[in-house]
Nanobody
Framework: QVQLVESGGGLVQPGGSLRLSCAAS????????MAWYRQAPGKQRELVAI???????NYGDSVKGRFTISRGNTKNTVYLQMNSLKPEDTAVYYC??????????WGQGTQVTVSS
């Protein structure tokens, strides 16, 4: 089992920045990829960014060039640096991981609101 806890959400003005953190605990040795998803009201959950065990990254088209996903030195923490935020980035952001056994885990989510 893997537990994921997000932090760092909040209210920010358009053009501002936020950094989200996700701390994993439990069977962290089994983690394969870690990712951030988001879900806005009335919309489907969408992939924001993903990082593999080897460090390869990929991003959703709407955030490319503005967001950066990275892992901490201990490998059980993943960050999402969000720059040049837009009102359409407003959503609940979820941390996600999958294990080498194919199990999928989700955090509880953290609200990001971009508004003036």
């Amino acid at each position: 089992q893997v537990q994921l806890v997000e932090s760092g959400g909040g209210l920010v003005q358009p053009g501002g920045s936020l950094r989200l953190s996700c701390a994993a605990s439990g069977s962290i040795f089994s983690i394969n990829t870690m990712a951030w998803y988001r879900q806005a009201p009335g919309k489907q959950r969408e992939l924001v960014a993903i990082i593999t065990r080897g460090g390869s990254t990929n991003y959703g088209d709407s955030v490319k060039g503005r967001f950066t996903i990275s892992r901490g030195n201990t490998k059980n923490t993943v960050y999402l640096q969000m720059n040049s935020l837009k009102p359409e980035d407003t959503a609940v952001y979820y941390c996600n991981s999958d294990s080498v056994d194919g199990d999928v885990y989700w955090g509880q989510g953290t609200q990001v609101t971009v508004s003036s």
